[in-house]
Antibody
Framework: QITLKESGPTLVKPTQTLTLTCTFS??????????VGWIRQPPGKALEWLAL???????RYSPSLKSRLTITKDTSKNQVVLTMTNMDPVDTATYYC??????????WGQGTLVTVSS | QSALTQPASVSGSPGQSITISCTGT?????????VSWYQQHPGKAPKLMIY???NRPSGVSNRFSGSKSGNTASLTISGLQAEDEADYYC??????????FGTGTKVTVL
């Protein structure tokens, strides 16, 4: 059974750095072709893809947020970490991690709501 | 990189068929057969409904079908049911090796 779960702070202050962890089970990020991505959704708005890390450590970022994002993996811990710098209230959103076995996000975490406010 | 364009809302009566469009460019939708569709009910995580333009994952009803013509992909829901009322998002791989989601479509069952 494949599961993913996001964890991290629910509240961050403007200008702070957000660190989110995706802990997963039921698959290995060492398997060829596999990737784990982060997607966010502001309240009442659309999904926005943020970043993706592949089994071979290849990393891809949303061009509009690339300067603020870093994605890493710890295969031994079955975790993927996303950091986003210089948080702003417009970054308030539910953040999801999801498994991309090949061409699509087949499995999603439940999401975690992050609010940016002073 | 702008989001893929979807109609804000589509509605239909039970039993009818509806189609949701997803318009991109030759650098994303039109250039690759890596278009996916996701269903999202309120307060829930998205669920994969269609991958690689027209393929259904195991467990997804065959009332859902996907297609593509040029730079526009489409999701058709036939035999519309109350449980199909949700938000739907398309997604595509891009020439920059990144991903794009659509603007989202709210489906209402009348």
């Amino acid at each position: 059974q494949i599961t993913l779960k996001e964890s991290g702070p629910t509240l961050v202050k403007p200008t702070q750095t957000l660190t989110l962890t995706c802990t997963f089970s039921g698959f290995s990020l060492s398997t060829s072709g596999v990737g784990v991505g982060w997607i966010r959704q502001p309240p009442g708005k659309a999904l926005e893809w943020l970043a993706l890390i592949y089994w071979d450590d290849d990393k891809r970022y949303s061009p509009s947020l690339k300067s603020r994002l870093t994605i890493t993996k710890d295969t031994s811990k079955n975790q993927v970490v996303l950091t986003m710098t210089n948080m702003d209230p417009v970054d308030t959103a539910t953040y999801y991690c999801a498994l991309k076995p090949y061409s699509s996000f087949d499995y999603w975490g439940q999401g975690t709501l992050v609010t940016v406010s002073s | 990189q702008s989001a893929l364009t979807q109609p804000a809302s589509v509605s239909g009566s039970p039993g009818q068929s509806i189609t949701i469009s997803c318009t991109g460019t030759s650098s994303d939708v039109g250039g690759y057969n890596y278009v996916s569709w996701y269903q999202q009910h309120p307060g829930k995580a998205p669920k994969l409904m269609i991958y690689e333009v027209s393929n259904r994952p195991s467990g997804v009803s065959n009332r859902f079908s996907g297609s593509k013509s040029g730079n526009t992909a489409s999701l058709t829901i036939s035999g519309l049911q109350a449980e199909d009322e949700a938000d739907y998002y398309c997604s595509s791989y891009t020439s920059s090796s990144t991903l794009l989601f659509g603007t989202g479509t709210k489906v209402t069952v009348l």
